[in-house]
């Protein structure tokens, strides 16, 4: 028998299993990411990452990104890798409309599609969740296989 959830049911359900299943969900710092540049690791100044209060800051929960610039793997002009950029001398600005796109964490995308299913069918509401507890202003949600 198919049962088919509301969205805003889905949505307080999908945050009360976050807060269950990640201790200090909502309480999740941020700061920028990092990535490898050839002089070590250097900041990322198109990733803010969103790690758990008892978690390491290279064990993160998802990162919020700007989508037009965004890598994955780092492969930056040598501006931003040569010194570091003048935005990342400041906190991110998380509400900033450039930062669209919340990309998840393997462990967080299986985790969710193992409970709920496909991402089609929790993606709006886990974008919901994310805006409102951490005042984003996310338009998309991905999951970036590796």
Same mark, same amino acid.
């Given at each position: *028998? ?17 807060? *269950? ?17 050839? *002089? ?89 969740? *994310? ?16």
């Amino acid at each position: *028998m198919e049962v088919i959830i509301s969205e805003s049911k889905l949505t307080k359900i999908l945050h009360k299993y976050l807060n *269950m299943s990640y201790e200090g969900f909502d309480d999740c710092y941020h700061d920028w990411a990092e990535f490898n540049c050839g *002089m070590g690791v250097c900041c990322d100044p198109y990733a803010v990452v969103f790690v758990l209060p008892q978690s390491e800051y290279d064990d993160y929960l998802f990162k919020l990104v700007n989508g037009n610039y965004y890598d994955d793997d780092g492969d930056y002009p040598s501006e931003i890798s040569d010194e570091l950029p003048e935005v990342c001398e400041n906190r991110p600005d998380i509400s900033d409309s450039e930062f669209e796109t919340i990309l998840m964490s393997e462990d967080m995308y299986e985790r969710i599609t193992n409970l709920f299913g496909s991402i089609n069918i929790w993606r709006g509401p886990l974008l919901s969740i *994310m805006n409102k507890t951490f005042h984003t202003n996310a338009r998309s949600l991905i999951y970036i296989y590796e």
